[in-house]
């Protein structure tokens, strides 16, 4: 796994699966590091989750709102 910051004070948890992140649902996240990848040809994002509930409007990917 790798990140380049995670925000607030989330724990990464070692389990029977290697790794994994556990957020509390309202502020945590982690952001990646700016980069300058051409992105024309299309690109991949994948994330597993595993969820208690949703509120509206949830996201598990999302850009930074500045």
Do not use: C
């Not at 790798?2 to 989330?10: H, L």
């Not at 290697?18 to 994002?45: C, H, K, M, R, W």
């Amino acid at each position: 796994m790798t990140m380049s910051q995670t925000e607030n004070t989330t724990s990464v948890k070692k389990d029977a699966i290697e790794s994994v992140l556990a957020f509390d649902g309202i502020d945590y996240y982690v952001q990646l590091p700016a980069a300058n990848t051409d992105y024309s040809q299309g690109f991949t994002v994948e994330a597993w989750v595993q969820h208690k509930s949703f509120r509206s409007r949830s996201r598990i990917i999302a850009p930074i709102q500045k």
